[in-house]
């Protein structure tokens, strides 16, 4: 049978099962218990929204689509032209090989051939593994070429939310400054999130708890970059989220000390109907526009590698 997003690999462990998607190496879907835990897409439909997909070698946008490091030049597709922009990298609709699909385990690898948008060569794996602990990703990132090459990557998962929608589900981000976004969603600037509307960090210095419903500041429409990320010994950061206040149960989505930034976004400018169906909670490894700034991106070494981890589980 014929699926627009290819072959479907199913991880199931337990009362949990996810879908990961061959192209693009998307996280298709992931249930707990009967319930889904991200807004996912059908197996019939066209990935829409970004939904779970896996945003390398640079995530969001990337302004003009040009860059220079190191004297090359790249130069992408304007994907985002409203804004002139490309947005999300270029992996995110390829078909990838699937090296390994067991009932807990899914390797996929793709191979980005130097071209004028990237102009290096990128061997890039992801793992995903369903287990005691949730779902874990992992990626590793290889250099192929003869120069050095920057590198960034993120990831797209959208929160699904109860019946109250949006609005009435709780989150807690452990972030103590924001990007300042201009209209064109480039960063302009950073600001702390102290006494703003903003901050979601733990609700009246009580660590562990959700910070607030997101209908707390009317017509808060979250498209936001969030850094200066709280960690623990292991230098991992986690986001607590909430979808149903009157349900005893909240997903925790973490990532290790490679993802610098995470991106939040309620859907606003989405079209209906999948206008703000859900919360996106993205890590990122650098901010929007780094191959035009250089923040915080990785440089990988000819022959040399890269990873990082994050993951989701639920918890009571």
Excluded at 153 to 174: E, K, N, Q, S
Aim: charged content about 20%.
């Amino acid at each position: 049978m014929f699926y627009p997003s290819g072959r479907q690999i199913q991880l199931i462990h337990g009362d949990s099962q996810a879908v990961i998607t061959q192209v693009g190496a998307t996280l298709r879907s992931y249930e707990v218990e009967g319930s889904q835990i991200l807004w996912g897409f059908d197996e019939s439909e066209i990935c829409t929204g970004g939904r779970g997909q896996v945003l390398a070698p640079w995530p969001n946008r990337l302004d003009d689509g040009r860059y220079d490091f190191a004297g090359i030049t790249g130069v992408a597709a304007l994907d985002d032209p409203a804004r002139g922009c490309a947005i999300h990298g270029l992996v995110r609709w390829l078909s990838w090989e699937i090296r390994e699909a067991s009932q807990q385990r899914a390797l996929l690898a793709c191979w980005l051939a130097p071209q004028p948008a990237y102009p290096f060569s990128l061997r890039l794996e992801v793992t995903y593994s369903l287990g005691d602990k949730g779902l874990s990703v992992q990626f590793d990132a290889f250099n192929e070429g003869e120069t050095t090459m920057p590198f960034g990557i993120g990831f797209h998962p959208y929160l699904a939310v109860g019946a109250g929608g949006v609005d009435a589900a709780r989150l807690r981000i452990p972030a103590q400054r924001r990007l300042i976004l201009n209209d064109r969603g480039l960063p302009s600037g950073i600001e702390t999130v102290e006494d703003t509307e903003y901050d979601f960090r733990s609700e009246q210095g009580r660590e562990g708890t959700p910070s607030r419903p997101l209908r707390n500041f009317e017509g808060l429409h979250l498209s936001d970059c969030f850094t200066n990320l709280a960690t623990d010994d292991n230098g991992s950061w986690s986001v607590l989220f909430q979808p149903d206040p009157a349900v005893d149960c909240a997903v925790i989505l973490w990532g290790d000390k490679a993802f610098s930034h995470i991106m939040c976004f309620t859907g606003d400018t989405l079209p209906e109907p999948i206008r703000r169906c859900a919360v996106a909670i993205e890590p990122m490894t650098c901010p929007p526009n780094a191959l035009r700034t250089g923040e915080n991106l990785i440089l990988i070494e000819p022959g040399g590698a890269a990873t990082g981890s994050w993951g989701i589980r639920t918890e009571s």
